[in-house]
């Protein structure tokens, strides 16, 4: 036998055991995203390199180490996307989405960074992304956050997180503040560690997103940005919470909070939890005026949240609330080969009968003991059995595998009725 190959690290596959979560937890992201109207787009997973430079900003984590870039054949530089607003937006001015519309629009798939692996944080993972075009709010970004918010209501999360936002004010005043904030630091330089250093010239704001605790007195004490806010971005932050508070939603304002990617402007937020250790973040999101227009589409207001998906089921499974799988199941047991033939025919019946049951006939023969052993293990509730006697009789037995009921024996004619009556 030759060795065998493994998964890229960083890279999980997701057995039979997680897609029931993965499923029942998608189902509620768009149901939720449905009755808000949005609109499912999709997206390439590759795309030019020059497209993530240009939207998430060379100076930032994802773009300096973050990203798998590679040149094609022809010698082009693609790169793994890795994260869905870039795309989204390139989609958007390609197809001509945002003149004179209003697009809420929102995707789901797999991301790539090339970042340590750990729990929580992976090499290939899941966002569910939801992205508003063409409204300045911030009436829209209270309907967004209040989106992000039912979504985790709707999973039971909502009592084990925690809503920040804060505003990052307008190009200008973020320039302003840019200055003031690279006085004070560089007025402490020697407290700053070595990423922080370069940050000091290249992105100053990420500084105080730094999680280092060695540095947390520094960013405590620094200067705020939201002192340094210009007007409109203070008076449409202050709406923001009038319409948060109204619709009785609690949150924080967190002056820190600055986001990894240079595209946000005014409101941003993050869902976060102490649930899952140093990768509390569950779901992080923004207003980013500026990107349609930096991309080469017409100015457009634009905002987006992104959930990240693994994160969201540690926390499901972690608090036990991952639903339990509960499929009725029937199981068709046969003994012979005409009988496995006839089988084939009735298990059509019982398919039609009733669309949404999980119908299994056993294949791959065997005793009618190990038959039922194979039904018990399946968590079968219901096994039909079809011997010789069944089969000159046109009929099959029905056995309750669940329940101490004797078995019966019913008509072949009377088996699509007989199953509707049973699981109804
Ligand atoms: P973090 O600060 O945790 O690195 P980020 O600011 O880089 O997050 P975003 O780009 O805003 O993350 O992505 C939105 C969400 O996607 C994050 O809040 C997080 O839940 C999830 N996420 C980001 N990177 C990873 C990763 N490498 N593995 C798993 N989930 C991730
Ligand atoms: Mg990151």
Not at 27 to 44: A, D, H, S, V
Not at 384 to 411: D, F, H, Y
């Given at each position: 036998m030759s060795n065998p190959i493994n998964a890229v690290r960083g890279m999980n596959d997701l057995l039979p055991v997680d897609t029931a979560l993965w499923q029942s937890v998608e189902?509620?992201?768009?149901?939720?995203?449905?009755?808000?109207?949005?609109?499912?787009?999709?997206?390439?997973i590759l795309e030019k390199t020059e497209l993530f430079k240009r939207s998430?900003?060379?100076?930032?984590?994802?773009?300096?180490?973050?990203?798998?870039?590679?040149?094609?054949?022809?010698?082009?530089?693609?790169?793994?996307?890795?994260?869905?607003?870039?795309?989204?937006?390139?989609?958007?001015?390609?197809?001509?989405?945002f003149y004179n519309q209003i697009q809420r629009l929102w995707y789901m798939?797999?991301?790539?960074?090339?970042?340590?692996?750990?729990?929580?944080?992976?090499?290939?993972?899941?966002?569910?992304?939801?992205?508003?075009?063409?409204?300045?709010?911030p009436d829209v970004d209270a309907e967004l956050i209040l989106l992000s918010a039912r979504i985790l209501e709707k999973l039971n999360l909502t009592s084990h997180v925690r809503l920040q936002i804060n505003s990052l004010g307008d190009s200008q005043s973020r320039a302003a503040y840019r200055k003031v904030l690279v006085d004070y630091l560089t007025k402490h330089q020697d407290q700053l560690d070595e990423d922080s250093q370069r940050r000091l010239v290249t992105n100053p704001l990420r500084?105080?997103?730094?999680?280092?605790?060695?540095?947390?007195?520094?960013?405590?004490?620094?200067?705020?940005?939201?002192?340094?806010?210009?007007?409109?971005?203070?008076?449409?932050?202050?709406?923001?919470?009038?319409?948060?508070t109204s619709a009785g939603l609690q949150f924080e304002l967190n002056p820190c909070l600055v986001r990894g990617l240079d595209y946000y402007s005014k409101t941003v937020f993050?869902?976060?939890?102490?649930?899952?250790?140093?990768?509390?973040t569950v779901c992080a999101g923004g207003r980013y005026d500026g990107l349609v227009e930096q991309l080469g589409g017409k100015a457009t207001p634009a905002l987006g949240f992104a959930f990240g998906l693994e994160r969201v089921m540690l926390m499901v499974q972690q608090l036990g609330l991952?639903?339990?799988?509960?499929?009725?199941?029937?199981?068709?047991?046969?003994?012979?080969?005409?009988?496995?033939?006839?089988?084939?025919?009735?298990?059509?019946?019982?398919?039609?009968?009733?669309?949404?049951?999980?119908?299994?006939?056993?294949?791959g023969g065997g005793s009618l003991k190990n038959q039922f052993k194979k039904a018990d293990?399946?968590?079968?509730?219901?096994?039909?059995?079809?011997?010789?006697?069944?089969?000159?009789?046109?009929?099959?037995?029905?056995?309750?595998?669940?329940?101490?009921?004797?078995?019966?024996?019913?008509?072949q004619n009377e088996l699509a009725e007989e199953l509707q009556k049973l699981f109804k």
């Open positions: 189902k509620i992201m768009r149901e939720i995203l449905r009755t808000f109207g949005y609109q499912e787009i999709r997206l390439p998430i900003g060379e100076a930032t984590d994802i773009v300096e180490k973050e990203m798998y870039t590679f040149l094609d054949r022809n010698n082009e530089s693609l790169t793994l996307r890795p994260e869905g607003t870039a795309s989204c937006v390139r989609a958007g001015i390609e197809h001509g989405l798939g797999p991301n790539f960074r090339y970042e340590r692996p750990q729990k929580g944080r992976y090499r290939q993972f899941y966002h569910c992304g939801a992205e508003v075009f063409g409204l300045e709010g500084i105080l997103d730094s999680k280092n605790p060695a540095m947390q007195n520094l960013i405590v004490k620094a200067p705020k940005l939201m002192d340094h806010l210009d007007t409109e971005s203070a008076m449409h932050f202050e709406k923001l919470q009038t319409y948060l993050e869902w976060v939890t102490t649930e899952l250790g140093a990768q509390g991952a639903p339990a799988p509960n499929e009725p199941t029937l199981y068709f047991i046969t003994d012979g080969e005409a009988a496995l033939t006839q089988a084939f025919k009735l298990v059509n019946i019982a398919r039609d009968a009733l669309p949404h049951l999980r119908v299994l006939l056993h294949c293990k399946s968590g079968a509730e219901v096994a039909l059995i079809l011997g010789e006697q069944e089969l000159n009789a046109k009929a099959i037995t029905l056995k309750m595998l669940r329940e101490n009921i004797p078995q019966r024996l019913i008509s």
